[in-house]
Nanobody, 127 residues
Framework: QVQLVESGGGLVQAGGSLRLSCAVS????????MGWFRQAPGKERQFVSA????????YPADSVKGRFTISRDNAKNTVFLQMNSLKPEETAVYYC????????????????????WGQGTQVTVSS
């Protein structure tokens, strides 16, 4: 069973930055494409960004392009989400997700395709 634990959330002012981490309890996260999603109160869980297991391909949502960067360190079984220029409307619980794949260039923005999810970390952006 793969477990994901997010950290790094908190309170930040609009325009500020946060770096989220997702620690994966697996022998290796190579072989898992990873993604970040977020969910604000009363709203659907929304795709933020995805990365292939090799790290060679990243796919951010249009709303975060140029501000958020996903990355991974397979040697440390960790995935990151660097978030810059945060906006109040981006206040949400941020979730890390993993999907097992044999394709090193695979990534997905589809929530239903992910097999494993973390418990989430709260990000609050004040105006």
């Amino acid at each position: 069973q793969v477990q994901l634990v997010e950290s790094g959330g908190g309170l930040v002012q609009a325009g500020g930055s946060l770096r989220l981490s997702c620690a994966v309890s697996s022998r290796t996260i190579s072989g898992y494409a990873m993604g970040w999603f977020r969910q604000a109160p009363g709203k659907e869980r929304q795709f933020v960004s995805a990365i292939s297991w090799s790290g060679s391909i990243t796919y951010p949502a249009d709303s975060v392009k140029g501000r958020f960067t996903i990355s991974r360190d397979n040697a440390k079984n960790t995935v990151f989400l660097q978030m810059n220029s945060l906006k109040p409307e981006e206040t949400a619980v941020y979730y890390c997700a993993a999907v097992e794949t044999a394709r090193d260039n695979y990534y997905t923005s589809r929530r239903a395709e992910y097999d494993y999810w973390g418990q989430g970390t709260q990000v609050t952006v004040s105006s």
